[in-house]
């Protein structure tokens, strides 16, 4: 009579996964994977304050080289818009960050998103914000902000 042969020992299927949730918790925990990941958080960015303040009424600045200017537009993150920023070569985003209005003020929006942005070299710069729907939210239209920024 012919036996067939049992493989001596197979690991479990459990192990590979158990590993992998420990992987998780740990870096959930050592702060590697933040809550308010996708936002460029740089408090330094935000110690002095900036030569211009700009908002989305703002549409022409005058800047020098190495100036700084604080961009902030309102902002619900909860309605599920988020926004995107570009700019030109002249132009350098050093950190962004959202700060949330005190809770209890009846205001439409809940914070502003504002960026800091140094001018890095002269002529005719440009900022642009979108904030833009999710691909889910149908009924939701993108908004445009753009600054022409003068470097001197």
Known sequence: MIKPEYRRYQKPVKTPIIICLLVIMVLCLSGCVRPDAGFTVRLESFRQPPDVYANESTSEVILSVGDTMMVSYPWTPEDGRYWRVSVTE???????????FPPGIPVEVSGTREWMVRATSPGIQTFIGYLRPRNTSWNQETIQYKITVTVQ
């Open 90 to 100: 002249g132009l350098f985003v050093t950190g962004d960050r959202y700060t949330p």
